[in-house]
C-alpha cells in the first residue's frame, strides 16, 4: 500500500541551530503536502500547505521565515526549522494525497525534534 | 470555521465494544476519516467514509454517520488490549487539495 516516509523520526538539536525534516511519498506522486504539528496529549495543527513548484501556504500564525518549506519533487517536501528554540519542540507530522483518483490521505511516521 | 469534537478518553474491558463518537460542524465536509495513533507513533488510517454513506463495516470497526446531526462513531467489536491508543476522527472537503482537520483524539483504555 501507499507510504509517506519521514526522516528523521528523532532529532535532538541546540538552541540557534536548523534541522530540516523530509517528507517523503515512496509509491506515489502528491502534488500537495501538509505539515502537521503536535504538542504532547493535544490533537493536530495545520501548520502549512505544501505546493509542489510553488511556495507552501501558511496557516494563520505559523511564521514563514522559520518554518520553510520547500517541495522539490512530486515525491519530497522538506520542512526546515530555523533558528530552534526549545518552545519549537513537538511532535512533527507530514502527509500526503495521491495525485492518483482516491480519497485516502496517508500520514507519515512523525518526527520529534527536542531543542536543547 | 470547521470544528471537529470527541470525548477526551474511554475506558472498555477486553472483549467488549468500544464507541468512540465524534462531532463535526462542517455541513460541506465530504470525507470523514478515523486514524489510530499509538504513543510515539504517527497516524494509522483505520478507515473513512464518504458523506452520502450512513454505515461502513470493516472486520472489527463499524463507522456509523448521522449526516443530519453531524455525528460520527467509531464502533470496534469484541476489543483488545492492543487497540489501546488515542484515536482521531478527522474531516475534509473533497474540493481542491484540502488538509484535515482533526478532532482533539479520544484515548481508548482497554483494561484487561
Known amino acids: 500500500g501507499a507510504v509517506v516516509s519521514q526522516h528523521p523520526s528523532r532529532v535532538i538539536c541546540k538552541s540557534g541551530t536548523s534541522v530540516k525534516i523530509e517528507c517523503r511519498s515512496l509509491?506515489?506522486?502528491?502534488?500537495?503536502m501538509f505539515w502537521y504539528r503536535q504538542f504532547p496529549k493535544q490533537s493536530l495543527m495545520l501548520m502549512a500547505t505544501?505546493?509542489?513548484?510553488?511556495?507552501?501556504?501558511?496557516e494563520q500564525g505559523v511564521e514563514k521565515d522559520k518554518f520553510l518549506i520547500n517541495h522539490a519533487s512530486l515525491t519530497l517536501s522538506t520542512l526546515t526549522v530555523t533558528s530552534a528554540h526549545p518552545e519549537d519542540s513537538s511532535f512533527y507530522i507530514c502527509?500526503?494525497?495521491?495525485?492518483?483518483?482516491?480519497?485516502?490521505?496517508?500520514f507519515g511516521e512523525g518526527s520529534w525534534l527536542t531543542v536543547v | 470555521g470547521e470544528d471537529v469534537e470527541q470525548s477526551l478518553f474511554l475506558s472498555v474491558r477486553e472483549g467488549d465494544s468500544s464507541v468512540i463518537n465524534c462531532t463535526y460542524t462542517?455541513?460541506?465536509?465530504?470525507?470523514l476519516y478515523w486514524y489510530k495513533q499509538e504513543p510515539g507513533a504517527g497516524l494509522q488510517l483505520l478507515t473513512y467514509?464518504?458523506?452520502?454513506?450512513d454505515m461502513k463495516q470493516d472486520q472489527r470497526l463499524t463507522v456509523l454517520l448521522n449526516k443530519k446531526d453531524k455525528h460520527l462513531s467509531l464502533r470496534i467489536a469484541d476489543t483488545q488490549t492492543g487497540d489501546s491508543a488515542i484515536y482521531f476522527c478527522?474531516?475534509?472537503?473533497?474540493?481542491?487539495?484540502?488538509?484535515?482537520?482533526f478532532g482533539s483524539g479520544t484515548r481508548l483504555q482497554v483494561q484487561p
Open positions: 502527509s500526503a494525497r495521491p495525485d492518483r483518483v482516491g480519497n485516502t490521505i496517508y
Open positions: 509509491d506515489f506522486q502528491a502534488t500537495t
Open positions: 505544501s505546493n509542489e513548484g510553488s511556495k507552501a501556504t501558511y
Open positions: 462542517d455541513s460541506s465536509s465530504t470525507y
Open positions: 467514509i464518504f458523506s452520502n454513506m
Open positions: 478527522a474531516e475534509s472537503m473533497d474540493t481542491g487539495r484540502r488538509a484535515l482537520t
